[in-house]
């Protein structure tokens, strides 16, 4: 008989405020376009030591100033395969830039904004968002210390699962605040 104690799920509220937590304590002494190729090849190389990874799932990576200047961009991954399959496609692409415009036009991680809405039961139109975006994790607002006004750029990785890209963008995004300080 299983016996083991299970704690709930936590709901999307709950999820949501603890994305905005996290997203209002990461802020970066500074911000170089150096800062962003580190902080993109550490997120490639945490994804390639994932299961995800080991099971055949590819990421797409991208980090952009918040004027739209490419800092990093990457895929980990096959954009295709002679037998046709692909891990990484065009729309991986276009997923990860409607991420990376929810961002922009909200200054949150797009994860919160996913969990926010789900919580209120609202969808992207009743939120004032383009309609035609898929909204998932995996996209987050980076912000300076001394720049409270908006952010500077724009950390976003998409694999397809908006948790894990959501947990994975954070974690190393708080284990690069770390090093730094």
Not at 20 to 35: G, I, K, Q, V
Not at 155 to 177: E, F, I, N, P
Request: aromatic fraction near 6%.
């Amino acid at each position: 008989m299983y016996s083991a104690i299970h704690s709930p799920m936590p709901s999307d509220a709950e999820l949501a405020n603890q994305a905005l937590a996290d997203e209002t304590s990461y802020r970066f002494p500074s911000f170089t376009a150096n800062d962003a190729v580190t902080l993109g090849l550490s997120i490639r190389k945490r994804f390639r030591g994932s299961s995800r990874h080991a099971r055949g799932k590819g990421m797409v990576i991208s980090i952009q100033s918040i004027a739209g200047h490419t800092l990093f961009a990457c895929t980990a991954g096959d954009l295709g395969h002679p037998s046709g399959a692909g891990d990484v496609s065009l729309d991986s692409w276009t997923c990860l830039q409607g991420m990376i415009d929810i961002v922009k036009r909200t200054s949150h991680s797009s994860y919160y904004i996913e969990k926010g809405m789900n919580a209120m039961g609202k969808t992207a139109k009743q939120m004032g968002l383009d309609s035609g975006v898929a909204i998932c994790g995996g996209a987050l607002p980076i912000w300076l210390e001394n720049a409270p006004c908006c952010p500077i750029a724009v950390a976003a990785c998409y694999s397809g699962s908006s948790q894990d890209d959501h947990k994975l963008l954070m974690s190393t995004v708080r284990d690069y605040l770390h090093k730094m300080r």
